[in-house]
């Protein structure tokens, strides 16, 4: 079992900054790739960026140029540091860590576990 545990939502104002963090703890026995999801009021959940096994990172159309997304492997923490909010980013953020098979791995295709969401409310 692999429990995620995300911290640093918050509220900010229009074209400030939040960093988001997802440690991941347990028994963690093979490779794995991990991405971030949100989910606004009334609207399906959808990603926002991941991270894949080779290492190929993506990123959602609507964060391109303002959302980094990044890894800690010795930790098994992924971030996602977020410039440039825009009251559209307001919405709860979750976490999302899949066991890679085969060597290929992308959150996208499915996830195993996944966090408990942090609120992120951007104001205009």
């Known amino acids: 079992q692999v429990q995620l545990v995300e911290s640093g939502g918050g509220s900010v104002q229009a074209g400030g900054s939040l960093r988001l963090s997802c440690a991941a703890y347990g028994y963690i026995y093979a490779n794995y790739c991990m991405g971030w999801f949100r989910q606004a009021p009334g609207k399906e959940r959808e990603v926002v960026a991941h991270?894949?096994?080779?290492?190929?990172?993506t990123y959602a159309d609507s964060v391109k140029g303002r959302f980094t997304i990044s890894k800690d492997n010795a930790k098994n923490t992924l971030l996602l540091t977020m410039n440039s909010l825009e009251p559209e980013d307001t919405a709860m953020y979750y976490c999302?860590?899949?066991?890679?098979?085969?060597?290929?791995?992308?959150?996208?295709?499915?996830?195993?576990?996944w966090g408990q969401g942090t609120q992120v409310t951007v104001s205009s």
């Open positions: 999302a860590f899949r066991w890679a098979r085969l060597g290929l791995c992308t959150v996208v295709a499915g996830t195993n576990y």
């Open positions: 991270i894949d096994t080779p290492d190929t990172t």
